[in-house]
């Protein structure tokens, strides 16, 4: 079984507090917060992202009556060094108790089961009827089929609850009337995100260089294509190309004034025939 890796606060983010548990974040806390100078720069960064996964107050242990209010309502009690008068910390989970909880963040921590169990309990809506908002979230986690079928045909044996379930899908059956919407639930195999460096190493001095290619790069070049073709063309090449342009000129006027004779010609065989 692969160890756990133990996280710190300064290795939290969005994603992998999902991760963490109660007890878990109590000790990071009080780890962090031996090292004074640093929680008090970066204890507002912090809890900004274990509050969007936590609930946390600070508290006595002394206050029984608090203590046990806190308890009913989900809370852990630990203890903690004594700090301005409080030596606990009450720490809870935050519950997702309906799809409008589902992030691009905590949705890669559930199981199928779990979210098909939000969906159940959203209104009847069933699959189609959720938000395309809410789709995209449990689609970035899940592989999601919906049908809807009479229910003879949706639960006869070897039907497609059978073949989905063979295939590792979880099904939810919402019943409609006579006809059943059935949702089917996979998750996605996870895949490890691979971050490129496109840096260059400057062997002059060491340091990592990186070149950033832009639209207006793509113009300089072109425009120094444009410079080197014109260079490469001698004077008496452009004397040449001038010159030519010159006789076009004087053969189109030329072809223009032998057609008018032509056409002169033409007309007075006309009037000699005529006669």
Not at 181 to 199: A, Q, W
Not at 231 to 252: F, P, Y
């Amino acid at each position: 079984m692969k160890q756990k890796t133990k996280l710190s606060l300064d290795d939290l983010n969005k994603s992998n507090v999902w991760t963490v548990t109660p007890s878990e974040l109590s000790q990071m806390i009080i780890d962090a917060k031996k090292k004074r100078d640093e929680f008090a720069e970066n204890e507002k960064h912090y809890m900004n992202i274990v509050k969007t996964v936590f609930d946390i107050q600070y508290l006595k242990r002394e206050e029984a009556d608090k203590v046990c209010q806190l308890e009913n309502t989900g809370y852990d009690i630990y203890s903690t060094p004594d700090e301005n008068g409080n030596n606990a910390i009450a720490i809870r989970k935050r519950p997702i108790k309906k799809v409008t909880d589902l992030t691009l963040e905590n949705i890669q921590h559930l199981e199928p089961w779990e979210v098909l169990d939000l969906i159940s309990h959203n209104m009847g809506t069933g699959w189609k009827g959720l938000p395309l908002a809410i789709q995209d979230i449990i689609e970035s986690a899940f592989f999601v089929d919906c049908t809807v079928m009479p229910i003879k045909t949706m639960r006869k044996e070897g039907g497609i609850i059978d073949r989905r379930k063979e295939d590792g899908y979880d099904v939810l059956e919402i019943e409609r009337g006579s006809w059943i919407e059935g949702i089917f639930m996979k998750m996605k195999p996870k895949v490890e995100k691979v971050h490129i460096d496109y840096s260059i190493d400057d062997e002059t001095d060491g340091r990592k260089k990186r070149r950033k290619h832009t639209i207006e790069d793509d113009e300089d070049f072109e425009e120094d294509i444009d410079i080197e073709e014109d260079e490469d063309m001698d004077d008496e090449e452009l004397k040449k190309l001038d010159g030519n342009e010159e006789d076009l000129e004087e053969d189109e006027e030329l072809d223009e004034t032998n057609i008018q004779f032509e056409d002169i010609e033409d007309i007075d065989d006309i009037s000699d025939e005529e006669d």
